[in-house]
């Protein structure tokens, strides 16, 4: 284990970081199709050797699906679980043993949902893969809190990027009656959990599922549906 846990390598890697959640957070970035596996997460190692060592990866890439259980093909199942679960789980074996190997321990942060702790109708794959992620965080916690690498999940709530629809949108003019801060998320505000989890700061911390929700979890899974205020009053 690391004498000192600030020691490990100040060179992060981001996949997806094309757009939304991924481009705020990203300090370094990574153009990976994560539907190509298991090739596809050698990158990690190209990128690592190019800049010169490894100390954080955040598993940002996703991608998600709205269709009901029974209609979903086993084509588009697949591929929501590579990217969202297979894609990080390979990506961070190859990172852990970068950081094993280099003795400075280091970060994993993976980008998980609101829905790796509460279903959604609709999102079976999504939700299968995001809660499959989380369980996997904490095994690797685990696993690795010898080696000085901790392992924490962020889980956004709706946020607002390409991937809820809402890009170029403004969130704070936005309501969103069921949600207590009563809109959506800025994907600067995930960046900000992931940037703490990332520093020398959060060393002790490990293990651990971060909502970046506005509340939503407290509220049940379908609270962005609600369409009035009314359950604030008693």
């Known amino acids: 284990m690391p004498e000192r846990y600030e020691d490990y390598d100040r060179v992060a890697i981001v996949t997806g970081a094309d757009s939304g959640i991924g481009k705020a957070c990203a300090v370094a970035l990574a153009e990976l199709d994560l539907t ?31 269709e009901p259980f ?41 980008i998980t949902s609101v829905h790796e702790h509460a279903p959604r109708v609709g999102s079976s794959a999504y939700c299968a893969a995001k809660g499959g992620l989380g369980l996997l965080t904490k095994v690797m916690a685990q696993e690795l809190s010898a080696d000085g690498i901790t392992v924490n999940a962020v889980a956004p709530g709706e946020i607002a990027t390409p991937m809820t629809g809402q ?65 604030r009053s008693v």
């Open 36 to 66: 190509r596996l298991p090739e596809a997460a050698a990158v990690i190692d190209e990128l690592a050797d190019r800049l010169g060592g490894l100390g954080v990866l955040v598993n940002n890439a996703g991608t998600g699906l709205s």
């Open 70 to 110: 029974v209609d979903v093909s086993w084509a588009k199942w697949r591929e929501v679980l590579a990217v969202d679960l297979d894609g990080p789980f390979l990506c961070s074996q190859r990172a852990a043993r970068r950081m094993r190997a280099a003795g400075r321990g280091g970060r994993i942060i993976n």
């Open 167 to 231: 890009e170029d949108v403004d969130p704070f003019t936005q309501h969103r009656p069921g949600v207590p801060v009563g809109r959506p998320g800025d994907a600067r505000e995930v960046a900000a959990v992931v940037a703490m989890l990332a520093s020398p700061a959060a060393a002790y911390v490990t293990g651990a599922s971060w909502a970046v929700d506005g509340g939503m979890l407290v509220m049940g899974p379908q609270a962005s549906a609600l369409a009035s205020d009314s359950w």
